[in-house]
């Protein structure tokens, strides 16, 4: 069976901090795993993904996210927050060759000025 | 090129009666996935269609239930509604499998 969990339903930092929404998985085979941003009264908008290779992956708007087997995580990072960075951030996981996404309970995050 | 369509984008509807909710995918995208999201359950997976077969389904009642129509277009359908189904419905595209979802904006379904 596979899980996301995602620490922390709430993460606040200042701008031009580091954002970092931290995600770990279950899951019974080696998994894709997804990060999501959704701003409000969207949809969700694909940030980045990890599938296989390369275990740090590099996604839109600056975020970045590294697979850690020996860890079951898959943290999302980003250096310098920005305002707009403000949103709710999900985890997902899922099955190669699977066709569905199993969702963590999402993080929101809050930038202060 | 255009995104995925979902209408209405609100809705609101009394318990008891049922609802249908319509996506449109992004042209070529043959797969459709339906996803509930509430503040208690999160996003949870309803169910996914290819060429018109529904391929995967989750743990949801039988009250709701959907199709696929040749252009790809979908429709989900809940009936009986409970005040428990008020939920943001979201709608997903892609070529085939989930790697490449494009969601849309979702439908947001009020039972009062």
């Known amino acids: 069976a596979q899980s996301v969990t995602q620490l922390g339903s709430h993460v606040s930092v200042s701008e031009g901090a580091l954002v970092l929404l931290r995600c770990n998985y279950s899951?019974?085979?080696?998994?894709?795993l997804f990060w999501y941003v959704q701003y409000p009264n969207q949809g969700l908008q694909l940030l980045l993904k990890?599938?296989?290779?390369?275990?740090l992956v590099k996604g839109i708007n600056g975020f970045e996210a590294e697979f850690k087997k020996s860890e079951t995580s898959f943290h999302l990072t980003k250096p310098s927050a920005h305002m707009s960075d403000a949103a709710e951030y999900f985890c997902a996981v899922s099955e190669p060759g699977a066709n569905n996404l199993f969702f963590g309970t999402g993080t929101r995050l809050t930038v202060i000025p | 090129k255009a995104g995925v369509t979902q209408t209405p984008r609100y809705l609101i509807k009394t318990r008891g009666q049922q609802v249908t909710l319509s996506c449109s995918p992004i042209?070529?995208?043959?797969?459709v996935s339906w996803y509930q999201q509430t503040p208690g359950q999160g996003l949870q997976f309803l169910f996914e269609y290819f060429s018109e077969t529904q391929r995967n389904k989750g743990n949801f009642p039988g009250r709701f239930s959907g199709r696929q129509f040749s252009n790809s277009r979908s429709e989900m359908n809940v009936s009986t509604l409970e005040l428990g189904d008020s939920a943001l419905y979201l709608c997903a595209s892609s070529l085939e499998q989930p790697l490449d979802y494009t969601f849309g904006s979702g439908t947001r379904l009020t039972v009062v």
């Open positions: 042209s070529g995208h043959r797969s």
């Open positions: 990890y599938t296989t290779g390369a275990t």
């Open positions: 899951s019974s085979v080696p998994p894709y």
